[in-house]
């Protein structure tokens, strides 16, 4: 796929995620909007594409934002100098996509298995779970009932997990390896399953991570995903 059809692709995937026409999305910069997901919370989120900046913020605040959106000169100044004074940043994550035509395949070392899963792994699946920090858990976001779940197994033990959840035309991919088995290539190669899962089905293959989760920023590099979104959260300090 060339780069410009990736990038076109992504952000035709995003206008339909976020509820507006692509050709909006494409000729413009900045788009506020409220989220009641949020409402009450004090939060927003900033979605930072290479050319258009999103804010998702909680409603109450559609004050503060209303007055950016009349700023006919420079509205990025403002909203910079907005976040900096009046919001505290939680957390920063890395939006990265796999152009296919990158795909590489890798395999675990011999004494592991990579095979997907099913509701006939559930009992070492929650064995699996009950293993891995919370932090882990929210980071990796993997679910035995998701559209694609694949395990590497040592001695028949789930030591490790990718699981797939579309979002209409994206495949957003999430692996959780448990600390023993780590720095071993688990994730490379169950990344790799996903990926291969992803291109098969012909979804833009997506995978998000902390910024400060070094573990992830290596697997995601070494099977080739670019960063295309930066997601930040911000808490409302007034």
Request: proline share 3%; with cysteine; hydrophobic share 40%.
């Amino acid at each position: 796929m060339r780069e410009e059809d990736l990038k076109r692709a992504i952000l035709e995937a995003w206008s339909k995620r976020l509820g507006f026409s692509s050709d909006r999305f494409f000729l413009g910069t900045y788009f506020f909007f409220p989220d009641e997901s949020k409402r009450g919370k004090g939060g927003i989120e900033q979605l930072s594409f290479e050319r258009q900046t999103v804010i998702l913020y909680d409603p109450l605040l559609e004050d503060v934002f209303k007055s950016i959106e009349t700023q006919d000169e420079n509205p990025g100044d403002y909203l910079a100098d907005l976040i900096r004074d009046s919001f505290l940043l939680l957390k920063k994550t890395s939006i990265k996509y796999l152009n296919p035509s990158n795909y590489v395949p890798f395999y675990p070392p011999a004494e592991f298995s990579v095979r997907r899963l099913n509701q006939g792994d559930r009992t070492a699946f929650y064995r699996f779970r009950n293993q891995c920090t919370r932090e882990d858990l929210a980071e990796g976001f993997v679910e035995l009932d998701h559209v694609a779940v694949f395990g590497a197994l040592y001695e028949d033990e789930i030591v490790a997990v990718s699981s797939i959840i579309v979002w209409d035309e994206i495949a957003d991919i999430g692996i959780i390896t448990m600390p023993d088995f780590r720095e071993l290539g688990l994730g490379k190669a169950l990344g790799s399953r996903a990926s291969e899962w992803a291109v098969i089905n012909k979804k833009l293959i997506q995978y998000r991570h902390n910024v400060l989760n070094y573990g992830s920023l290596k697997v995601s590099r070494a099977l080739g995903f670019r960063e295309y979104i930066v997601d930040q959260e911000y808490s409302y300090r007034g």
